[in-house]
């Protein structure tokens, strides 16, 4: 869990927020104001309203605010829900961050499927584990008109 968040209000220009994405090289960026949990912008979110530059760079208009782009009222955990149901929930809606909130309701984390895949990794000598799939590749036709 990342237990240092920071977030951005929702009247950020979606550009800096951009900007705090790539200086602190994080993907999601959790909105509040006041103490209040307003949404989450992810980079997904930041690049689906941006354009490329001439070098192929992003960049995204500076009258665009964050919460034009945020996900509003994202799905929360509590301190003490279960790995296996962030997993589950997790993969079923395709959402990389899950916020954690406090009994009170405040923010107080974020897990990312970068923490979940963490926890994966030994660090007691035990031995590494092969992977545990049955892996079948089919060529995609086109659809039919």
Known sequence: ???????????????????????EK?????????????GIVSDR?????ASLDSRGEPTVPQRLLVAAAMTPAP???GLSTPVEELVR???ETKIDAVL?????DKLVGLVTTTDLL????????????????D????????PSA
């Open 26 to 38: 994080i993907r999601h960026l959790p909105v509040v104001r006041a103490g209040q949990l307003l």
């Open 45 to 49: 979110d930041v690049l689906l309203r």
């Open 89 to 91: 929930v997790m993969t």
């Open 75 to 77: 799905y929360v955990c």
């Open 100 to 104: 954690v909130v406090s009994s009170e």
């Open 1 to 23: 869990m990342t237990r240092d968040v920071i977030v951005v209000p929702p009247e950020l220009p979606l550009s800096d927020a951009w900007a705090i994405m790539e200086r």
């Open 118 to 133: 963490l926890l994966l990794l030994t660090s007691d000598g035990a031995q590494p584990r092969p992977l545990p799939f």
């Open 135 to 142: 892996f079948r590749v089919h060529e995609a036709s086109a």
